[in-house]
């Protein structure tokens, strides 16, 4: 094997080295994207049940008030009944009122006992939606942690690899390294052995000149132009 030929199989192999560590950071990216999105639909939907059992809440406050407040008013009406210097027509009219208020105020205590219960059952359910959805993204933050932990290693590996790519096409004349960067833009693989008569990257038969330069040189498969050596 001639110098040319090792010092560009070199870089060849260092090229897949820095392929391959770009799809590990790629992967991982993809993993993290991933896993960020599952934190954002999970807590979503933990907010919204969350949001939906503070508004009952609300309206089971609300709704005491309501029971609080008429009952307040039957309290002052009753007293103003009994104390109060009233025409006949006013007490009437007052008596009528407390009556429409005491139908009216059991039927709003039936409502608000009725929401005080649904926030009751509700309470444990949400507080425990809460815990497992926060036990449940610690651990997914912790994973996420890990695949940063990994990120880093592998770009540092990457950024080492980079840095000494220079290295490697320094020794590599600088015509045939032009072609090899012309390659490289089209294939993964822009060289490739002759095996059995055959380009192993287009796997078409190359001509029987070529198959015999490429014994002594490096040479250009005649189909999809990457460089041809033999092993
Ligand atoms: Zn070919």
Redesign the pocket.
């Known amino acids: 094997m001639t110098q040319e030929l090792e010092a560009l199989l070199e870089l060849d192999r260092h090229d897949a080295a820095i392929r391959e560590q770009t799809r590990k950071i790629e992967g991982l990216q993809r993993r993290r994207q991933a896993l960020l999105d599952a934190i954002a639909r999970e807590q979503h939907e933990f907010l919204a049940k969350k949001h939906a059992f503070e508004e009952l809440q609300r309206q089971s406050r609300e709704k005491s008030r309501e029971v609080d407040d008429l009952d307040a008013q039957i309290r002052a009406d009753t007293e103003k009944l009994r104390t109060g210097l009233l025409s006949y027509k006013e007490m009437e009219a007052l008596r009528t009122r407390v009556e429409h208020s005491r139908v009216r105020i059991d039927q709003l205590e039936d409502e608000a006992i009725a929401l005080i219960t649904k926030v009751e059952e509700q309470a444990p359910l949400i507080a425990k939606a809460e815990k497992d959805f926060l036990a449940w993204k610690a651990k997914i933050d912790q994973d996420i942690a890990q695949i940063d932990a990994e990120l880093a290693q592998h770009s540092r590996e990457l950024e080492r690899l980079q840095h000494e790519r220079s290295q490697r096409t320094a020794a590599v004349a600088r015509q045939l390294l032009q072609r090899y960067e012309e390659l490289r833009a089209r294939y993964e693989d822009p060289i490739?052995p002759v095996l059995g008569g055959v380009?192993?990257?287009?796997?078409?038969r190359?001509s029987e000149i070529t198959a015999e330069r490429v014994r002594y040189e490096i040479v250009t498969?005649?189909?999809?132009?990457?460089l041809?050596y033999v092993k």
Do not use: F, I
């Not at 498969?221 to 990457?226: A, D, I, L, M």
């Open positions: 490739v380009c192993s990257g287009c796997n078409l190359v498969c005649e189909n999809c132009s990457r041809l």
